[in-house]
């Protein structure tokens, strides 16, 4: 069964702290993402990774940076963490390329909260 | 700039009716298509997903999607919801640099 695993389900921080959010994938996916989830607004592409020690930004990059040191490893970091974070952040995996085989897999999601 | 749009926000229907979802990209290349659905509580699971050959693509739970080039359309349909359908719908996008768009969701409640 494949299996992406964040590290924490509820996370309070506060205002200033840095913030580690872990995600691991067991499916040896190239791709790997990072989003958050704000009523309204669907799912927005904060990062992602096509490759180990590779990044990308994505539509709302500011006030966050990733790490990718292991293949199955997807780190997002909030460098000073401010209340306009407080959301759910969501972290996939995907294959590399096109085809039928490049759907998404999700974690269960980080519900943050900073105060 | 590559993006995906969901045009309705709220859909509220009762048990038996039909349901059409809408959702556009706007991506000149070859693109692959997906339909999310989450509900309450849970994860996003993957309903159906388009990438080539015929465009109407069949997913899980009786849901389908048709896929209209022309139209740079995707939209999802089921002839007869249920309650248990009560979720949120996202379409998303696989473009040319692997990057994965989502619109910005449709949430539907079916009312018994």
């Known amino acids: 069964d494949v299996k992406v695993t964040q590290s924490s389900r509820y996370l309070v921080k506060r205002t200033g702290e840095k913030v580690f959010l872990e995600c691991v994938q067991d499916?040896?996916?190239?791709?790997m993402f990072w989003y958050r989830q704000d009523p309204g607004l669907g799912l927005r592409l904060i990062y992602f990774?096509?490759?180990?020690?590779?990044?990308e930004k994505g539509d709302i990059p500011e006030g966050y940076s990733v790490s990718r040191e292991k293949k199955e490893r997807f780190s997002l970091i909030l460098e000073s963490a401010s209340t306009n974070q407080t959301s759910m952040y969501l972290c996939a995996s995907s294959l590399f390329g096109k085809g039928g085989n490049t759907e998404a897999f999700f974690g269960q999601g980080t519900r943050l909260t900073v105060v | 700039a590559q993006s995906v749009s969901q045009h309705n926000h709220h859909v509220i229907l009762s048990e038996a009716a039909s349901l059409e979802l809408g959702c556009n990209y706007s991506?000149?290349?070859?693109?692959?298509l997906f339909w999310y659905v989450q509900y309450p509580g849970q994860h996003l699971q993957l309903l159906l997903k388009?990438?080539?050959?015929?465009?109407l693509v069949k997913g899980i739970k009786g849901f389908e999607a048709e896929f209209i080039k022309s139209k740079f359309s995707f939209n999802l349909r089921k002839p007869s919801v249920q309650w248990s359908d009560t979720a949120e719908y996202f379409c998303a996008a696989i473009t040319g640099a692997n990057n994965l768009f989502f619109g910005t969701g449709t949430r539907l409640t079916v009312i018994p």
């Open positions: 388009y990438f080539s050959g015929d465009p």
């Open positions: 990774s096509y490759d180990v020690k590779m990044k």
């Open positions: 499916m040896d996916h190239e791709n």
């Open positions: 991506y000149g290349g070859t693109v692959n």
